[in-house]
């Protein structure tokens, strides 16, 4: 496992060790079930808003509870190799939750950066941004670029 994949507690003590005030730090945070281009795309989008890009992965019991049973298809340790591996990530952080709201409040990044397909007012992770004077970006989404699309796909060519 990448030095990247790091717990919560470890990466807030790692960020004020190794962090200047100076440096915005950028959160994000997905499924990330089967990497494809929209997460590529996205994920480098998210990192040119700032210094330090840190990415929360829902672990695989919440993925369930949000897509379903049969989600995800690549397991929580995985998913989170394979972000670490890309270099505009700086950290990566898995968490339990259905929704960021605490890893967001324990982090409070300079940043939230989510996808064009949302819209600020519907984030549940949006009242705890700005309660500490955080700021929202939404990045251009990649149309049709999805994992749902992925999966389809495979199961009507095969």
């Known amino acids: 496992m990448s030095k990247k994949v790091i717990k919560l507690t470890n990466l807030k003590s790692t960020l004020k060790n190794k962090i200047?005030?100076?440096?915005?730090?950028?959160f994000t945070n997905g499924c990330f079930d089967i990497l494809h281009v929209g997460h590529?795309?996205?994920?480098?989008?998210?990192?040119?808003?700032?210094?330090?890009l840190i990415v929360g992965v829902n672990s695989d019991l919440s993925v369930k509870q949000l897509k379903g049973e049969k989600r995800p298809v690549v397991p929580e340790s995985e998913r989170a190799e394979m972000?670490?591996?890309?270099?505009?990530?700086?950290?990566v952080v898995i968490f339990d939750e259905l929704t960021a709201k605490n890893t967001i409040e324990e982090l409070q990044p300079d940043i939230y950066v989510k996808g064009g397909?949302?819209?600020?007012?519907?984030?549940?992770?949006?009242?705890?941004?700005?309660?500490?004077?955080?700021?929202?970006?939404?990045?251009?989404?990649v149309k049709?670029?999805?994992?749902?699309?992925?999966?389809?796909?495979i199961l009507k060519r095969y």
Do not use: C, F, W
């Open 40 to 52: 590529v795309r996205y994920l480098q989008a998210a990192k040119a808003k700032g210094d330090i």
């Open 144 to 153: 049709g670029a999805s994992t749902t699309n992925i999966v389809k796909e």
């Open 117 to 141: 397909d949302y819209k600020i007012e519907e984030l549940p992770e949006a009242e705890v941004v700005h309660e500490y004077g955080g700021k929202i970006k939404l990045v251009k989404e």
């Open 20 to 26: 200047n005030s100076e440096a915005e730090i950028v």
């Open 83 to 91: 972000l670490a591996a890309l270099e505009m990530i700086d950290y």
